[in-house]
């Protein structure tokens, strides 16, 4: 399993557990993917880490003093570079459990 961070504006667009499907969009060295329609949007992606999937399930949603982070559970393989600390990380809830 691979996981994904993006991040929301408002709550309540999206609850746990909840399918979402996600689009791809092209900067000149990178990619980024956006929650439809508009719910939330990733970091930029370099190439060789690009998403194939384009649904995924949420797993947590935190609440920062940044705003509402959601982490999605994608169907594929994990890339090259990716750690267990970094899927920790996304995973954690506002109180720091997983």
Known sequence: MRYSEF???REGLVSVGQEVTFTESQ???SYYYTIVPAVAMSRNYAPYERI???KGI???IRD???GFYI???LDEKEVEGETEADFRR???TDTGKV
Do not use: G
Request: aromatic share 0%.
């Open 7 to 9: 991040k929301m504006e």
């Open 27 to 29: 900067l000149p060295a």
């Open 52 to 54: 194939i999937s384009r």
């Open 58 to 60: 949420v797993k947590v």
């Open 64 to 66: 920062t003093p940044q």
């Open 71 to 73: 982490v999605l559970e």
């Open 90 to 92: 996304m995973m954690e």
